[in-house]
Protein backbone atom coordinates (compact mmCIF):
# COMPACT_ATOMS: atom_id res chain seq x y z
CA UNK A 1 0.00 0.00 0.00
CA UNK A 2 1.49 3.52 -1.00
CA UNK A 3 1.63 6.38 1.39
CA UNK A 4 -0.48 9.10 0.34
CA UNK A 5 1.36 12.17 -0.17
CA UNK A 6 1.56 14.97 2.17
CA UNK A 7 -0.52 17.58 0.89
CA UNK A 8 0.41 20.81 -0.39
CA UNK A 9 -0.84 24.33 0.45
CA UNK A 10 -1.03 27.42 -1.68
CA UNK A 11 -1.52 30.63 -0.58
CA UNK A 12 -3.76 32.87 -3.30
CA UNK A 13 -3.88 36.84 -3.05
CA UNK A 14 -6.82 38.46 -4.77
CA UNK A 15 -8.74 34.79 -4.72
CA UNK A 16 -12.16 36.40 -5.17
CA UNK A 17 -12.13 37.22 -9.03
CA UNK A 18 -10.46 37.17 -12.28
CA UNK A 19 -7.07 35.48 -12.81
CA UNK A 20 -7.03 34.85 -8.99
CA UNK A 21 -9.92 33.10 -8.86
CA UNK A 22 -8.87 30.81 -11.69
CA UNK A 23 -6.01 29.87 -10.27
CA UNK A 24 -7.59 29.14 -7.18
CA UNK A 25 -9.89 27.08 -9.00
CA UNK A 26 -6.69 25.01 -10.70
CA UNK A 27 -4.67 24.34 -7.26
CA UNK A 28 -7.94 23.05 -5.85
CA UNK A 29 -8.47 20.48 -9.32
CA UNK A 30 -5.17 19.59 -7.64
CA UNK A 31 -5.91 18.58 -4.41
CA UNK A 32 -3.89 21.74 -2.71
CA UNK A 33 -5.26 23.09 0.55
CA UNK A 34 -5.93 26.58 0.09
CA UNK A 35 -5.03 29.97 1.69
CA UNK A 36 -7.64 32.58 0.12
CA UNK A 37 -6.95 36.16 1.09
CA UNK A 38 -8.78 39.50 -0.34
CA UNK A 39 -10.38 42.49 0.74
CA UNK A 40 -13.93 41.13 0.54
CA UNK A 41 -15.00 38.94 3.50
CA UNK A 42 -17.98 37.57 1.99
CA UNK A 43 -16.66 37.00 -1.37
CA UNK A 44 -13.55 35.06 -0.18
CA UNK A 45 -16.30 33.07 2.00
CA UNK A 46 -18.40 31.93 -1.18
CA UNK A 47 -15.48 31.40 -2.96
CA UNK A 48 -14.28 28.76 -0.34
CA UNK A 49 -17.30 27.11 -0.33
CA UNK A 50 -17.49 26.78 -3.52
CA UNK A 51 -13.99 25.51 -3.88
CA UNK A 52 -14.92 22.59 -1.13
CA UNK A 53 -18.56 21.79 -2.58
CA UNK A 54 -16.45 20.95 -5.72
CA UNK A 55 -13.07 19.75 -4.83
CA UNK A 56 -13.46 19.13 -1.38
CA UNK A 57 -10.81 21.67 -0.51
CA UNK A 58 -9.36 22.57 3.03
CA UNK A 59 -9.73 26.32 2.63
CA UNK A 60 -8.39 29.07 5.25
CA UNK A 61 -10.06 32.54 4.19
CA UNK A 62 -8.35 35.55 5.03
CA UNK A 63 -9.99 39.15 4.75
CA UNK A 64 -7.62 41.63 4.96
CA UNK A 65 -6.74 45.17 2.82
CA UNK A 66 -3.50 44.27 1.15
CA UNK A 67 -3.45 47.98 0.56
CA UNK A 68 -2.03 48.58 3.98
CA UNK A 69 1.78 48.25 5.28
CA UNK A 70 0.86 46.21 7.65
CA UNK A 71 -1.10 43.38 5.37
CA UNK A 72 1.13 41.11 5.07
CA UNK A 73 2.34 40.46 8.96
CA UNK A 74 -1.23 40.20 9.50
CA UNK A 75 -1.67 37.43 7.19
CA UNK A 76 1.56 35.57 7.90
CA UNK A 77 0.83 35.62 11.46
CA UNK A 78 -2.55 33.83 10.89
CA UNK A 79 -1.05 31.85 8.65
CA UNK A 80 1.31 30.69 11.57
CA UNK A 81 -1.30 30.77 14.22
CA UNK A 82 -3.38 28.37 12.30
CA UNK A 83 -0.12 25.74 11.70
CA UNK A 84 -0.08 26.10 7.48
CA UNK A 85 2.60 25.57 5.63
CA UNK A 86 2.75 27.60 2.63
CA UNK A 87 4.07 25.68 -0.19
CA UNK A 88 3.00 27.98 -3.17
CA UNK A 89 2.77 31.64 -3.08
CA UNK A 90 0.82 33.33 -5.61
CA UNK A 91 0.98 37.04 -5.54
CA UNK A 92 -1.66 37.74 -7.74
CA UNK A 93 -3.48 41.13 -6.34
CA UNK A 94 -3.12 44.25 -8.01
CA UNK A 95 -4.53 47.80 -8.88
CA UNK A 96 -4.37 49.94 -11.33
CA UNK A 97 -5.50 54.14 -11.85
CA UNK A 98 -5.97 55.30 -14.75
CA UNK A 99 -5.39 59.08 -15.97
CA UNK A 100 -2.77 61.78 -17.10
CA UNK A 101 -0.40 61.32 -14.38
CA UNK A 102 0.84 65.01 -14.13
CA UNK A 103 -2.81 66.29 -14.07
CA UNK A 104 -5.95 63.50 -13.88
CA UNK A 105 -5.31 60.44 -11.59
CA UNK A 106 -5.22 60.02 -8.14
CA UNK A 107 -2.35 60.54 -6.25
CA UNK A 108 -4.03 58.58 -3.05
CA UNK A 109 -5.32 56.15 -5.95
CA UNK A 110 -1.62 55.73 -6.74
CA UNK A 111 0.23 55.59 -3.40
CA UNK A 112 -2.46 52.58 -2.57
CA UNK A 113 -1.46 50.95 -5.45
CA UNK A 114 2.36 51.52 -4.52
CA UNK A 115 1.56 49.52 -1.59
CA UNK A 116 -0.16 46.76 -3.04
CA UNK A 117 1.53 45.87 -6.33
CA UNK A 118 4.77 46.28 -4.64
CA UNK A 119 5.03 46.67 -1.08
CA UNK A 120 2.92 44.05 0.01
CA UNK A 121 4.07 41.32 -2.69
CA UNK A 122 7.61 41.96 -1.31
CA UNK A 123 6.69 41.92 2.16
CA UNK A 124 4.76 38.36 1.56
CA UNK A 125 7.70 37.14 -0.65
CA UNK A 126 10.01 38.05 2.27
CA UNK A 127 8.11 36.06 5.14
CA UNK A 128 7.63 33.13 2.62
CA UNK A 129 10.30 32.85 1.06
CA UNK A 130 13.23 32.00 3.99
CA UNK A 131 11.11 29.08 5.24
CA UNK A 132 10.99 27.17 1.39
CA UNK A 133 14.67 28.27 1.31
CA UNK A 134 15.03 26.22 4.40
CA UNK A 135 12.71 23.21 3.00
CA UNK A 136 14.64 23.70 0.15
CA UNK A 137 11.32 23.60 -1.95
CA UNK A 138 8.62 26.07 -2.85
CA UNK A 139 7.24 28.10 -5.40
CA UNK A 140 6.15 31.46 -6.16
CA UNK A 141 4.08 33.12 -8.63
CA UNK A 142 4.29 36.64 -9.74
CA UNK A 143 1.26 38.66 -11.64
CA UNK A 144 3.36 40.44 -13.71
CA UNK A 145 2.10 42.10 -17.04
CA UNK A 146 3.06 42.63 -20.78
CA UNK A 147 3.38 46.46 -18.74
CA UNK A 148 6.12 44.82 -16.81
CA UNK A 149 8.02 45.49 -20.48
CA UNK A 150 5.94 48.24 -22.48
CA UNK A 151 6.09 51.94 -20.73
CA UNK A 152 2.31 52.34 -20.49
CA UNK A 153 1.13 55.82 -20.52
CA UNK A 154 -2.37 56.84 -19.34
CA UNK A 155 -1.12 53.40 -17.10
CA UNK A 156 2.08 54.82 -16.04
CA UNK A 157 2.11 54.29 -12.13
CA UNK A 158 0.80 50.56 -12.86
CA UNK A 159 2.99 49.82 -15.51
CA UNK A 160 5.82 50.98 -13.16
CA UNK A 161 4.98 48.57 -10.73
CA UNK A 162 4.59 45.60 -13.07
CA UNK A 163 7.95 46.84 -14.28
CA UNK A 164 9.33 46.46 -10.91
CA UNK A 165 8.21 43.13 -10.43
CA UNK A 166 9.68 41.59 -13.44
CA UNK A 167 12.88 43.19 -12.31
CA UNK A 168 12.64 41.94 -8.61
CA UNK A 169 11.29 38.70 -9.47
CA UNK A 170 14.27 37.92 -11.83
CA UNK A 171 16.95 39.23 -9.73
CA UNK A 172 15.51 36.65 -6.42
CA UNK A 173 15.24 33.82 -9.03
CA UNK A 174 18.95 34.45 -10.01
CA UNK A 175 19.69 34.33 -6.49
CA UNK A 176 18.11 31.06 -5.95
CA UNK A 177 19.32 29.02 -8.70
CA UNK A 178 21.37 26.57 -6.73
CA UNK A 179 18.04 26.21 -4.73
CA UNK A 180 14.65 24.17 -5.72
CA UNK A 181 12.76 27.38 -4.79
CA UNK A 182 11.94 28.62 -7.91
CA UNK A 183 10.02 32.20 -9.20
CA UNK A 184 7.58 32.60 -12.67
CA UNK A 185 6.34 35.76 -13.60
CA UNK A 186 3.38 35.93 -15.08
CA UNK A 187 2.85 39.12 -18.19
CA UNK A 188 -0.66 38.34 -19.51
CA UNK A 189 -1.82 41.02 -22.46
CA UNK A 190 -5.02 42.72 -21.17
CA UNK A 191 -8.00 40.30 -20.01
CA UNK A 192 -11.45 40.30 -19.41
CA UNK A 193 -11.31 40.93 -16.01
CA UNK A 194 -13.05 43.84 -13.63
CA UNK A 195 -9.52 45.41 -14.13
CA UNK A 196 -9.82 48.51 -16.72
CA UNK A 197 -13.23 49.17 -15.20
CA UNK A 198 -11.74 49.25 -11.27
CA UNK A 199 -9.05 51.77 -12.96
CA UNK A 200 -11.51 54.00 -14.94
CA UNK A 201 -10.48 52.72 -18.09
CA UNK A 202 -13.28 50.93 -19.10
CA UNK A 203 -13.60 53.00 -22.17
CA UNK A 204 -10.46 52.58 -23.91
CA UNK A 205 -9.45 49.83 -26.37
CA UNK A 206 -7.15 48.12 -24.08
CA UNK A 207 -10.73 47.11 -22.54
CA UNK A 208 -12.17 46.39 -25.66
CA UNK A 209 -9.43 44.33 -26.51
CA UNK A 210 -9.12 42.53 -23.45
CA UNK A 211 -12.61 40.49 -24.26
CA UNK A 212 -10.01 38.18 -26.27
CA UNK A 213 -8.66 36.86 -23.23
CA UNK A 214 -10.18 35.22 -20.36
CA UNK A 215 -8.83 35.07 -16.96
CA UNK A 216 -8.98 30.99 -17.59
CA UNK A 217 -6.43 30.94 -20.35
CA UNK A 218 -4.31 33.36 -18.54
CA UNK A 219 -4.16 31.23 -15.15
CA UNK A 220 -3.82 27.98 -17.19
CA UNK A 221 -0.83 29.08 -18.64
CA UNK A 222 1.06 30.54 -15.61
CA UNK A 223 -0.05 27.59 -13.69
CA UNK A 224 1.67 25.30 -15.82
CA UNK A 225 4.51 27.44 -16.07
CA UNK A 226 4.84 27.50 -12.04
CA UNK A 227 4.86 23.49 -12.30
CA UNK A 228 7.54 23.78 -14.75
CA UNK A 229 9.66 26.06 -12.65
CA UNK A 230 9.64 28.35 -15.50
CA UNK A 231 11.37 31.77 -14.92
CA UNK A 232 8.23 34.04 -16.75
CA UNK A 233 5.43 32.89 -19.69
CA UNK A 234 3.53 35.74 -21.76
CA UNK A 235 0.23 33.97 -23.06
CA UNK A 236 -0.71 34.22 -26.69
CA UNK A 237 1.53 34.84 -29.45
CA UNK A 238 0.94 38.43 -29.70
CA UNK A 239 1.95 38.95 -26.10
CA UNK A 240 4.76 37.02 -26.93
CA UNK A 241 5.90 39.10 -30.04
CA UNK A 242 5.65 42.22 -28.08
CA UNK A 243 7.53 40.78 -25.36
CA UNK A 244 10.46 40.32 -27.71
CA UNK A 245 9.83 43.09 -29.38
CA UNK A 246 10.00 45.48 -26.44
CA UNK A 247 13.76 44.27 -25.75
CA UNK A 248 14.78 45.18 -30.01
CA UNK A 249 12.97 48.42 -30.58
CA UNK A 250 13.34 51.99 -29.39
CA UNK A 251 11.61 52.34 -26.21
CA UNK A 252 9.37 55.52 -27.83
CA UNK A 253 8.15 53.49 -30.49
CA UNK A 254 6.84 50.67 -28.27
CA UNK A 255 5.44 53.09 -25.66
CA UNK A 256 3.21 55.06 -28.43
CA UNK A 257 1.97 51.75 -29.57
CA UNK A 258 0.64 51.02 -25.92
CA UNK A 259 -0.84 55.14 -25.37
CA UNK A 260 -2.29 53.71 -28.69
CA UNK A 261 -4.42 51.48 -26.47
CA UNK A 262 -4.86 53.26 -23.78
CA UNK A 263 -7.08 55.76 -25.79
CA UNK A 264 -10.82 56.18 -25.55
CA UNK A 265 -12.42 53.64 -27.89
CA UNK A 266 -14.59 55.48 -30.69
CA UNK A 267 -17.96 55.37 -31.54
CA UNK A 268 -18.27 56.72 -35.70
CA UNK A 269 -17.96 53.13 -37.50
CA UNK A 270 -15.85 54.76 -40.13
CA UNK A 271 -13.06 56.35 -37.16
CA UNK A 272 -12.99 52.96 -35.83
CA UNK A 273 -12.22 51.49 -39.02
CA UNK A 274 -9.37 53.81 -39.57
CA UNK A 275 -7.80 53.63 -35.96
CA UNK A 276 -8.22 49.78 -36.25
CA UNK A 277 -6.74 49.61 -39.54
CA UNK A 278 -3.58 52.77 -38.07
CA UNK A 279 -3.15 50.27 -35.02
CA UNK A 280 -3.26 47.17 -37.72
CA UNK A 281 -0.45 48.80 -39.58
CA UNK A 282 1.78 49.91 -36.39
CA UNK A 283 1.56 46.65 -34.82
CA UNK A 284 2.56 44.68 -38.29
CA UNK A 285 5.53 47.15 -38.58
CA UNK A 286 6.53 46.30 -35.19
CA UNK A 287 6.45 42.55 -35.68
CA UNK A 288 8.24 42.94 -38.49
CA UNK A 289 11.13 45.14 -37.08
CA UNK A 290 10.90 42.80 -34.06
CA UNK A 291 11.23 39.55 -36.49
CA UNK A 292 14.08 41.33 -38.40
CA UNK A 293 15.87 42.30 -35.02
CA UNK A 294 15.70 38.63 -33.31
CA UNK A 295 17.16 37.31 -37.22
CA UNK A 296 20.16 39.70 -37.11
CA UNK A 297 21.16 38.54 -33.27
CA UNK A 298 20.73 34.91 -34.16
CA UNK A 299 22.73 35.40 -36.97
CA UNK A 300 25.38 37.42 -35.22
CA UNK A 301 25.71 34.76 -32.29
CA UNK A 302 25.57 32.36 -35.27
CA UNK A 303 28.83 34.11 -36.72
CA UNK A 304 30.41 34.31 -33.18
CA UNK A 305 30.17 30.62 -32.36
CA UNK A 306 31.11 29.00 -35.56
CA UNK A 307 34.58 28.19 -35.94
CA UNK A 308 36.65 30.75 -38.67
CA UNK A 309 37.69 29.15 -41.82
CA UNK A 310 40.77 29.33 -42.49
CA UNK A 311 42.44 31.99 -44.96
CA UNK A 312 43.15 30.75 -48.29
CA UNK A 313 46.37 32.74 -49.91
CA UNK A 314 45.74 34.74 -52.75
CA UNK A 315 46.89 33.88 -56.22
CA UNK A 316 49.53 36.75 -56.06
CA UNK A 317 51.21 34.99 -52.52
CA UNK A 318 50.83 31.46 -54.06
Do not use: C
Not at 31 to 38: E, N
Not at 75 to 93: K, P
Amino acid sequence: MQTPKPTKTALITGATSGIGRELATLFARDGYDLILVARDGEALEATGQLLKRQFGSTTLSIAQDLAQPNAAEQVFQETERQGFQVDVLVNDAGIGEYGKFGTESDLQNELAMIQLNIGTLVHLTKLYLPQMMERNDGKILMLGSIASVVPNPMLAVYGATKAFVYSFSAAVRDELKDTKVTITTLMPPPTNTNFFRRAGAGQTKAQDEAHATSPAEVAQTGYEALLKGQAKVAPRFKTKLLEAASHILPDALITNLASKQMLPRLEDPQQKKKQKMQTAAMGAGAALLAAGGIWLAVRRRAGKSSPTAPRQPSEAAA
